[in-house]
């Protein structure tokens, strides 16, 4: 995902944009949350000269990577290692602590670290290397890893990507399911979302070209926020941009509609750890168990739980470890 959202309570920002947040703050200002943890095949190790122990998993400010952050934490723990979660505003930080080794593990998304990346390497206008193929993304990804001493775990059934929703009464009325019921429908629509979605590729300029959707205009309410939802179940707006794993849609009588033809990249979920200090197989077999486990609907419902019930990241994560027999 790429466009720089307004937060929700959830995350804040998206598509795209939760994790290709705007660059702030200082490295100094990081916040340290410590995981207990402890297990008796302990692995010490160097990191950047540090002489730390154990496994530093770096968390971005968003509710569904402090969730991921802490059931990558249980997982590693099981497996013997020391862990803790450092907490980091966003990628344009945890990424150079993370070649470096002062941070070891990150939750990330496969196409948009695989565009952040690009960019890195070859500029801000670089031709784009992800796709909606899985495959092809995850490999363009561990390409440009590689290079910088990161291993690329393999993905997911869990995705986050951009998704549009509608209210439920509305999808009734014109018997929507999918993007191009929308787009043979033939209504013209208003979408909330962010100013980019003007320019975006997957956003007007996709639903345009893609479904033949009738966009009249975009409401820059923000992606995902509860200001864009709202306008939408009132019937100012039609269509609002979010993500797959919102989980307050229902509070608002959306639905999403299934993007059929793939407008959208592959925005896996996946592991990227320091090669170095944390790519050996104990560590990748014990996160390998919780990715094929994972869903994009139990990641929905772990946000929820966050979001909605106000629980702490760590204790959800715990309770769906035990439940999947993880921890």
Request: with cysteine; glycine share 10%.
């Amino acid at each position: 995902m790429t466009l720089t959202r307004t937060a929700p309570p959830r995350r804040p920002q998206r598509p795209g944009a939760r994790r290709a947040l705007a660059a702030g703050g200082t490295l100094a200002a990081l916040t340290l949350v410590v995981t207990a943890c402890s297990g008796s095949d302990l692995e010490e190790k160097s990191a950047s000269g540090t002489g730390k122990g154990g496994l530093v998993i770096g968390s971005a400010g968003f509710t569904e990577s402090e969730i991921l952050a802490e059931l990558y934490s249980g997982v590693l723990t099981k497996a013997g290692y020391k862990t803790s979660v450092k907490k980091v505003k966003n990628r344009e930080l945890y990424e150079p602590e993370l070649e470096k080794g002062r941070i070891d593990v990150v939750p990330e998304y496969a196409a948009t670290m695989a565009e952040f990346l690009n960019a890195k390497k070859n500029g801000p206008k670089a031709e784009p290397v992800a796709s909606p193929d899985t495959g092809k993304t995850v490999a363009a990804l561990r390409k440009l890893a590689a290079p910088r001493g990161l291993k690329v775990l393999d993905p997911g059934k869990a995705v986050d990507q951009n998704a549009f929703a509608v209210a439920g009464k509305y999808a009734e009325k014109h018997k929507l399911k999918t993007l191009s019921d929308l787009g043979a429908s033939k209504q013209s629509v208003t979408i909330a979302a962010g100013d980019e979605c003007e320019t975006r590729p997957f956003c007007r300029p996709g639903l345009e070209k893609t479904y033949g959707i009738e966009v009249e205009g975009i409401d820059p309410k923000g992606v995902g926020t509860s200001q864009s939802k709202q306008a939408v179940k009132d019937g100012k707006d039609q269509l609002v941009l979010t993500t797959t794993t919102d989980a307050t849609l229902d509070q608002f009588g959306l639905v999403l509609l299934k993007d059929d033809k793939k407008l959208q990249n592959a925005d896996n979920v996946l592991p990227v750890v320091n090669a170095k200090d944390a790519g050996g197989k104990k560590g990748a077999d014990a996160l390998g168990k919780l990715t094929r486990t994972l869903t994009t609907k139990d990641l929905t419902e772990l946000n929820r739980k966050v979001d909605q019930e106000r629980l702490k990241p760590a204790d959800v994560a715990d309770a769906y470890l035990k439940d999947k027999g993880l921890a």
